[in-house]
């Protein structure tokens, strides 16, 4: 499995930014789709889970504010991020999980909420 992560950036406090994450080979075995954040000291942490038949999960922090949805067709997950806070400020990491328990994951799209 191979993803392309994009649609990060620079963005101000209380806006808005849709991350993008095409997959693209063996995706039948996919279980789960997701997105990860690390920001500069800190360990990687899950934001957003997508199962396959649809469920969502989401870290406490971001709940209410951010959505995880997947086309199916495009074979891309996105991850739409709306009142965005300085803490919001990391490295976003797409990642898919297989029927066997690997990991993928994506180069990275760097997100920056100015205050």
């Known amino acids: 499995v191979q993803l392309q992560a994009s649609g990060g950036g620079l963005v101000q406090a209380g806006g808005s930014r849709r991350l993008s994450c095409a997959a693209s080979?063996?995706?039948?075995?996919?279980?789960?789709m997701g997105w990860y954040r690390q920001a500069p000291g800190n360990q990687r942490e899950l934001v957003a889970r997508?199962?396959?038949?649809?469920?969502?999960s989401y870290a406490d922090s971001v709940k209410g504010r951010f959505t995880i949805s997947r086309d199916n067709a495009k074979n891309t997950v996105y991850l739409q991020m709306n009142v965005l806070k300085p803490e919001d400020t990391a490295v976003y990491y797409c990642?898919?999980?297989?029927?066997?328990?690997?990991?993928?994951w994506g180069q990275g799209t760097e997100v920056t909420v100015s205050s």
């Open positions: 990642n898919v999980v297989d029927y066997y328990t690997n990991n993928y």
């Open positions: 080979g063996n995706i039948a075995s996919t279980v789960a």
């Open positions: 997508l199962t396959r038949s649809g469920t969502p």
